[in-house]
């Protein structure tokens, strides 16, 4: 009798500790997923067709945050649309021209003259433009001074020149005019740039053109308004003649021209706004037919 007792003791006890340590392992398992999360990789879902063909409506992607760094900021500021400081873990690597990222769209709805981080606001472009890049479009299509290679969907580059040379641009509702949407510089989608892409710890001389192209990149960097008075450039009430940037600024586009609300109309994408680079396909759904494509498993982005 005092055997079973105590068999049944232990064996209550047993299972108390599997119990725990299966508990343990479940809450270990998801801070280790949640690390993962914040500094190594991410999964996104596709919400649109301005990547095509490279992504599909539907598609879910892996992203490399190792090649930045993941970044580290206060959620909860972020969330109630309060400034944050972004600190990034060590990078693993460099974004290069053609590569696709990830970012936080960098602008609130409908108010492109100032930059803003919208921390539940994905976007994912084609980087067509690094740091220290002049870019600049020509009869529709990307280049970069000294880069000889193409930059983003060619044909589809190719396609909006056809149409805008048949003079056709409003029966497809395309916006021609782009950035800075300035009486100094007066661009459009089919004829843009020369633009700098400013470096970190760049300077530049504050010219009319300059305040135009870069205002909104340093009204966020120094928090202050930047101002034109005739020839005199202003940040608040002191007097600038150059400016040196703070932070690395990238030029984005999407692979389905005619369709894309990328750096052609709102301007330089800041470093710490991007998540990181698209890698992988992980899962594809047709939202028409609600099947899953199986041809785009684990498809590489390219």
């Keep these: 009798m005092t055997k079973n007792k ?12 599997l119990a725990l340590n299966l508990i343990l392992l479940f809450f ?9 999360q914040v500094t190594c990789i991410a999964t996104f879902k596709i919400p649109s067709d301005s990547m095509e063909p490279a992504l599909l409506d539907g598609d879910n992607i892996l992203v490399n945050k190792c090649v930045m760094g993941g970044r580290l900021f206060n959620v909860w500021d972020a969330l109630g649309d309060k400034e944050v400081d972004i600190y990034r ?10 590569d696709v990222l990830v970012f936080n769209f960098p602008y609130l709805e409908q108010r492109w003259d100032s930059i803003a981080f919208r921390v539940m606001k994905y976007y994912v472009k084609r980087c067509v433009a690094l740091p220290g890049d002049t ?11 000294g880069y000889i290679s ?3 969907n060619v044909e589809s580059q190719d396609n909006l020149m056809r149409i805008v040379e048949r003079g056709r641009e409003v029966d497809y509702g395309i916006v021609m005019r782009g950035y800075p949407y300035s009486d100094i510089v007066d661009w459009d989608i089919m004829n843009f ?20 192209l870069y205002r909104n990149a340093i009204e966020w960097e120094q928090k202050k308004k930047l101002l034109l008075r005739g020839d005199t450039v202003l940040l608040n009430d002191s007097v600038i003649h150059t400016y040196r940037f703070k ?9 389905k021209v005619m369709n894309s609300q990328d750096s052609r109309y709102w301007g330089l ?21 609600d099947k899953i494509r199986w041809n785009r498993i684990f498809k590489k982005i390219e």
């Excluded at 105590?6 to 500790?17: A, E, R």
Aim: proline share 6%; charged share 25%; no cysteine.
């Design 135 to 145: 870019f600049e479009i020509s009869r529709g299509h990307y280049k970069v001074h």
């Design 150 to 152: 193409e930059l983003g």
């Design 28 to 36: 270990g398992l998801v801070l280790v997923w949640i690390l993962l």
């Design 269 to 289: 994408l800041p470093e710490p706004f991007i998540v990181g680079k698209a890698v992988r396909i992980w899962k594809s759904v047709d939202r028409n037919t």
């Design 247 to 255: 932070e690395n600024y990238y030029f984005v586009a999407g692979d």
């Design 193 to 212: 740039g020369p633009l700098y892409l400013p470096a970190k710890g760049d300077v530049i001389g504050m010219t009319p053109k300059h305040v135009a």
């Design 89 to 98: 873990l060590p990078e693993l690597g460099k974004v290069k021209r053609n």
């Design 6 to 17: 105590s068999h049944k003791k232990k064996s209550i006890g047993w299972y108390l500790d």
